[in-house]
């Protein structure tokens, strides 16, 4: 090998090796700076969600505190109560005032329980309006999310008191849209996706990807 090829290799390897060496230091600089940050914004993005849906629930409860003494709800609570040879009759009362209260606040889902947690009456926004739900086994929780009929809704309560004493309970809820949030968004029960607003991704690769979170995280 002649002298001048000695020389250019000697020269060209180590600053090819610097380069490379360099190259992928900036790469891997890069690549952790960029996951830094979308995992601030990730965070940003679900503490201002978590106001905002602290806000939207408070809200909420103060509206429903003023319909649970509602004298007209009460009145048909009292009839669905103490009439039970017409209790089908008294159902279908408070289902048309559920059904007022829902189309005047904009609910999308609304029913009464007893302090047992047995369903009384509800109903839910259809195309040409409200109709009644079955009641077999309607629970949904007092706060958090409800899937009944293959939609999803976003429901809280309040309980609903008589001369001091508590004689039912009343929920409500509203469509849930994971995409009314504008960032990528998925809500998981049990692991299992319920519903997701992420681009290119399919169920089953969002809760392998999530498997590994700790559910407070």
Request: glycine share 6%; with cysteine; proline share 5%.
């Amino acid at each position: 090998m002649r002298f001048a090829t000695r020389t250019f290799l000697s020269s060209f390897v180590p600053f090819a090796v610097l380069l490379a060496i360099s190259f992928w230091a900036i790469r891997a600089s890069v690549i952790v700076t960029v996951r830094d940050g979308l995992r601030t914004s990730v965070r940003d993005n679900q503490v201002a969600l978590a106001r905002e849906h602290a806000r939207n629930e408070t809200r909420d409860r103060k509206l429903l505190q003023g319909i649970a003494e509602n004298p007209t709800l009460k009145a048909g609570l009292q009839l669905l109560a103490t009439e039970p040879n017409a209790r089908d009759q008294a159902r279908n009362t408070v289902q048309d005032q559920l059904s007022e209260i829902g189309d005047s606040l904009g609910f999308d889902f609304i029913m009464v329980s007893g302090v047992q947690q047995e369903s009384h009456a509800a109903v839910v926004r259809e195309t040409g309006g409200f109709a009644p739900l079955n009641l077999i086994h309607l629970q949904p929780p007092e706060q958090g999310f409800f899937s009944v009929d293959d939609r999803l809704y976003e429901v809280t309560s309040v309980p609903v008191y008589e001369a001091g004493a508590q004689v039912a309970t009343l929920t409500v809820g509203s469509r849930f849209d994971v995409s009314r949030f504008g960032v990528p968004a998925v809500l998981l029960h049990k692991g299992a996706v319920i519903a997701a607003q992420m681009r290119d991704l399919a169920p089953a690769q969002i809760e392998k990807a999530l498997a590994a979170c700790a559910p407070a995280s």
